[in-house]
C-alpha cells in the first residue's frame, strides 16, 4: 500500500514539475516577440482577406516615402511587412499563434514542431507523453473526406482591378439535413484472420461500415461578398471554404473563385504595365502637340510632344501603370504608341514643293525584311 502510494506521489510530483515548466515557458518570453496582430490591427480571429485589407490600408499611410520625417518609418514599414506575409499564409499563421516569432526563426531554420519540444524531447503530440507512456505518434490517422471543389470565372473590368471594388453574389449551396431512418457511413477495409484448421489460418479483407443517422442534401441561398483586390490578375483566386460541393461522410468542398478580365476598348494590361495606341495627324505629328489621357480612374495622363512623331513611336509614362498587388504604392508603367493619320486627297505640284523644302529629305526606297529581324540600312 505504501508503495501504490508512494508512487502515485512521485506522478504528482512529476506533473506538477511538468506544469511548472510549461507555466514558465509561456511566462518567459517564447511567445513574445513583435505583436503582429497589433501591428496590423487585427484581432486574432481575423480571416485572410480583413488581413489583406487591414494591410493594403496602412502600408499606404506607413510607406516611409510619404513619412520623410519619421526616423523610424522605414523599420516600421519592415514590421508591417512581416507582419503581413506571417499572418496571410496558413501554415506560418499557425505556427505563429503557437509559439509566437521565436517559433517561426525556429521552423526555418529548420526546427519545427511544437514549441514544447525543446523541454520534453518529443517530436510532436502532448508534452506530457514521455511521462505517462502515451504514444506520439497519429500518422495513421484517417484524413476527413472532402468534397469536391467548385471552381467559377470572376469576370472583372479593368477598372475594377485598377481601383479595387466589392462584389455581391448569390450561391445556392446544397446544406446537410437530417431524414429518417439509418445508411452506411464510414465504410473502410479491414484485415479479418480465419482459421482453416489447426495450425492454418487465411487473412482477408473485408469492408466494414458504422451506421449513421440518415441525412438529405437541401439547396440554400448564401450571400456572398468577393473583394475584387487592386491589382488582382487573370489566375488569381478567391476561395470559400466549405461553399463547394457536400461530402455524406466529410467536409464540403470549397468554391474557388478565379478572376478573368474582360477585353477593354482603350487599354491592353501586361503584368503592371498598360500598352495603348493614341492617332495623331499628320500635322500634330510634324508640329508637334498636348493631350490628356482619361485613366482608368478618371484622373488625366498628360502627353507632350514637341519633336517630330513618326508611325509607330513609344513613349513610356512611368507610374502610370496598374497598382502592384503586393505592395499598392507601387504601379507599372503606361506605354503609349503613336499612329499618324495622313490626309486623304492629292497635293498640287506648288504645294509638294513646298513640303520638299520645308522637310528637306532625301527620298527613300528600301526593301528589307522586316519580319525577319533586319531593318533598313543592313547588308
Not at 105 to 121: I, L, M, V, Y
Amino acid at each position: 500500500m505504501n508503495r501504490s502510494k508512494n508512487s502515485m506521489m512521485g506522478v504528482n510530483r512529476v506533473f506538477g514539475f511538468s506544469m511548472a515548466l510549461v507555466v514558465m515557458f509561456l511566462s518567459s518570453g517564447v511567445l513574445g516577440g513583435r505583436d503582429f496582430y497589433k501591428i496590423l490591427g487585427v484581432n486574432r480571429r481575423a480571416d485572410t482577406n480583413t488581413i489583406k485589407k487591414a494591410y493594403r490600408k496602412m502600408a499606404k499611410e506607413m510607406h516611409p516615402d510619404k513619412n520623410p520625417d519619421d526616423p523610424t518609418a522605414s523599420e516600421k514599414f519592415q514590421d508591417l511587412g512581416m507582419a503581413y506575409e506571417t499572418l496571410k499564409d496558413a501554415d506560418s499563421r499557425k505556427i505563429y499563434d503557437q509559439g509566437g516569432e521565436e517559433a517561426l526563426q525556429k521552423n526555418e531554420r529548420g526546427g519545427g514542431g511544437d514549441p514544447f519540444s525543446s523541454f520534453f524531447g518529443g517530436g510532436g503530440g502532448s508534452p506530457f507523453d514521455d511521462f505517462f507512456g502515451f504514444g506520439g505518434n497519429q500518422g495513421g490517422e484517417r484524413e476527413t473526406a472532402k468534397g469536391a471543389n467548385i471552381v467559377l470565372d470572376l469576370w472583372t473590368s479593368l477598372e475594377e482591378l485598377y481601383v479595387g471594388n466589392f462584389v455581391e453574389m448569390t450561391h445556392n449551396k446544397p446544406v446537410m439535413k437530417p431524414a429518417k431512418g439509418t445508411r452506411k457511413c464510414n465504410c473502410r477495409q479491414e484485415m479479418v484472420t480465419r482459421s482453416l484448421g489447426p495450425g492454418r489460418f487465411q487473412m482477408t479483407q473485408q469492408q466494414v461500415c458504422d451506421d449513421c443517422p440518415n441525412v438529405k442534401f437541401v439547396s440554400e441561398e448564401h450571400h456572398l461578398e468577393v473583394e475584387i483586390e487592386p491589382g488582382m490578375m487573370d489566375g488569381m483566386e478567391h476561395k470559400f471554404h466549405s461553399e463547394g460541393e457536400p461530402h455524406m461522410d466529410g467536409d464540403a468542398g470549397d468554391l474557388i473563385l478565379q478572376i478573368r478580365t474582360y477585353p477593354h476598348k482603350q487599354f491592353e494590361r501586361r503584368g503592371d504595365d498598360l500598352y495603348t495606341n493614341v492617332t495623331v495627324s499628320l500635322v500634330d505629328a510634324l508640329q508637334g502637340f498636348e493631350m490628356d489621357i482619361e485613366h482608368l480612374d478618371g484622373h488625366k495622363v498628360h502627353v507632350s510632344r514637341e519633336k517630330i512623331t513618326w508611325a509607330g513611336a513609344r513613349i513610356r509614362k512611368k507610374g502610370e501603370g496598374m497598382p502592384n498587388y503586393e505592395n499598392n504604392n507601387l504601379f507599372g508603367t503606361m506605354y503609349i504608341t503613336f499612329d499618324v493619320a495622313f490626309p486623304k486627297g492629292e497635293l498640287n505640284e506648288a504645294d509638294k514643293q513646298k513640303i520638299s523644302q520645308i522637310l528637306n529629305q532625301d527620298p527613300i526606297s528600301e526593301v528589307y525584311n522586316g519580319l525577319g529581324g533586319f531593318k533598313p540600312g543592313s547588308s
